[in-house]
């Protein structure tokens, strides 16, 4: 018999795919306004992708559920069930990448959630409960920054992730995700801080992850100086605590600027989405 909180998990993080790909203005990226700096793909191609991913999210809460081995273990079969769903994202957008970084961490921490849920007999969760998930998925990937990265120079084939990491020495989401996701720890703390709960509040987190993560895709897009503008430049916008008028003006302005520059923060969108993912887990709504 599944367990409906199961459904419930995986149910949510399609929600937070769609809630971050709805939210707008978002400076280089996707939204319903604008394809940001993308040429290739609009918000359609992400309903697409996000519709197709959405069974293989249900396997991977229920493969941490019914799992019996070491986390090891576990990350070895969601990562099987991931390269499927990779699989079925390009045939579902014609080959386009959309999701291919939340896919992985949604596999990671739905898996995390499916043990947490083996564990426990909770149905809402607080803020503790996401903590310990979050510590599920270090341990689930606590061997993945030397597996992976500590042996790409032996690859034929790699990632932009894996490249990054040759080049400037950054690990990315392996490294976010070995570490129990501190960027979307720390995202979760100021969001639940916010005392108004909106979508602008929402903008606002994106606004405070761009001026710190070190966001793989503008490292790809535009190398490591490109990625520390960006930072700067937002930490200047997060910093000046703009009214709601005032910021969604900054941030259309934002998105011609990245426009022009070929920089998309996809990294600090996953992000986004992930911490989205924990405040319904945690009956906190902005929307």
């Not at 909180?5 to 319903?32: C, I, Q, W």
């Not at 390269?83 to 999701?99: D, F, V």
């Not at 690990?171 to 108004?196: C, F, N």
Request: aromatic share 10%.
């Amino acid at each position: 018999m599944t367990d409906s909180r199961l459904f419930t998990a995986s149910s949510y993080a399609v929600n937070a795919l769609h809630y971050e790909v709805a939210l707008a203005p978002k400076p280089g990226l996707v939204d319903p306004c604008s394809s940001g700096a993308h040429q290739d793909m609009n918000v359609f191609t992400f309903i697409n992708s996000i519709t197709c991913l959405a069974p293989f999210f249900q396997r991977y809460s229920q493969a941490g559920f019914a799992h019996t081995g070491s986390l090891i273990q576990l990350f070895d079969q969601l990562r099987g069930i991931g390269q499927e769903a990779e699989e079925a994202m390009l045939r579902a957008t014609k080959g386009i990448n959309t999701h291919k970084g939340a896919n992985f961490s949604f596999a990671i921490l739905l898996g995390a959630t499916g043990v947490y849920y083996q564990q426990n007999g909770k149905a809402e969760l607080t803020a503790e409960d996401t903590n310990q998930i979050l510590q599920l998925a270090a341990d689930i990937c606590q061997h993945l920054v030397k597996q992976d990265l500590q042996q790409i120079t032996h690859k034929d084939q790699l990632s932009y992730g894996e490249k990054n990491y040759l080049t400037y020495g950054t690990m990315g989401i392996r490294g976010e995700a070995a570490a129990g996701y501190p960027t979307v720890k720390k995202l979760l703390e100021y969001l639940r801080q916010q005392s108004q709960k909106t979508s602008v509040s929402l903008l606002r987190g994106l606004v405070y992850l761009m001026s710190e993560t070190e966001d793989s895709n503008l490292v790809h897009r535009g190398g490591y100086e490109a990625m520390k503008t960006v930072q700067q430049e937002m930490q200047k916008i997060h910093q000046a605590n703009l009214s709601d008028t005032d910021l969604l003006r900054e941030l259309t302005i934002y998105d011609q600027v990245l426009i022009a520059r070929h920089l998309s923060p996809g990294g600090s969108a996953d992000l986004l989405a992930l911490a989205l993912y924990f405040l319904q887990l945690e009956g906190v709504s902005f929307w």
